[in-house]
């Protein structure tokens, strides 16, 4: 990081957070295809060899792959055994509070007027409920700093204050919260206000939103094409487009 500050490459630090998202959502063990670098993070060419460079990315066949990727964080078999066995509890607590009879239960159905077709919708809306539960639950400090919304957030934020020290942020932010539980999005609240301020008590500026144009670099290294003969086509003007709407 350190090395990337020295070298003025710190909109670097954003592509890699958004790479760490990336192999999170997908399961990839730190893998980072060349078409979702390029197209879904919406990385350029130097960008991605300054990560290179400091040892952050290590270039493979059709991508990169996240130095160390599976010492910091859980490996897709990891993760798919930790949700089976989070299944498996919640079926097993499901079961062992269901002591009345499938006859008893239709008959109560019956008598408050519930149909099959309403307990289904009830079903439906306690699973979704269930499903939303992690959101509302309180974690610590330290929880938040391993889940994917922090990595967004973190994202975010050096896109906004590319100049902001992050890790000496994080390091005050822990200091001070330590010890206190918020939900996620409480926690995600909390963490870019606290960037913000910081910022603006450092007298680090925002930095100015990049718009894309068909001609602007991003969009003709994306399509492998040269400034001096690039054209305003079709193509490249719905890539400028769409890259504009992802950051939006």
């Given amino acids: 990081m350190q090395e990337l500050a020295r070298s003025?490459?710190?909109?670097?630090?954003?592509?890699?957070?958004?790479?760490?998202?990336?192999?999170?959502?997908?399961?990839?063990?730190?893998?980072?295809?060349?078409?979702?670098m390029l197209y879904v993070i919406g990385a350029t060419g130097e960008q991605v060899n300054a990560l290179c460079d400091v040892g952050m990315l290590e270039a493979?066949?059709?991508?990169?792959?996240?130095?160390?990727?599976?010492?910091?964080?859980?490996t897709k078999e990891q993760v798919l055994h930790a949700r089976a066995d989070a299944k498996e509890r919640k079926s097993r607590s499901r079961g062992g509070h269901s002591s009345v009879t499938a006859v008893s239960r239709r008959d109560m159905r019956v008598t408050s007027g519930q149909t099959p077709e309403h307990q289904n919708t009830r079903t439906q809306k306690k699973e979704k409920e269930e499903n939303s539960s992690s959101f509302s639950k309180e974690i610590g400090v330290s929880d938040f700093e391993l889940v994917r919304e922090k990595a967004h957030a973190n994202a975010d934020i050096i896109r906004n204050y590319p100049k902001l020290d992050l890790s000496d942020?994080?390091?005050?932010?822990?200091?001070?919260?330590?010890?206190?539980?918020?939900?996620?999005?409480?926690?995600?609240?909390?963490?870019?206000?606290?960037?913000?301020?910081?910022?603006?008590?450092?007298g680090i500026p925002p930095s100015k939103r990049h718009i894309h144009t068909w001609k602007c670099t991003h969009v003709l290294e994306a399509l492998g094409r040269e400034e001096e003969t690039a054209q305003a086509d079709e193509k490249a003007c719905e890539l400028a487009d769409k890259l504009n709407k992802e950051k939006s």
């Fill in 8 to 36: 003025g490459r710190m909109d670097a630090v954003g592509v890699f957070c958004m790479a760490l998202t990336y192999c999170g959502d997908h399961l990839t063990d730190g893998f980072v295809p060349r078409r979702a």
């Fill in 60 to 74: 493979v066949d059709e991508g990169w792959l996240i130095h160390d990727y599976t010492e910091h964080n859980r």
């Fill in 169 to 202: 942020a994080w390091n005050a932010f822990n200091s001070r919260h330590y010890g206190e539980t918020h939900t996620v999005n409480d926690w995600t609240r909390l963490w870019k206000g606290w960037c913000q301020r910081r910022a603006n008590m450092s």
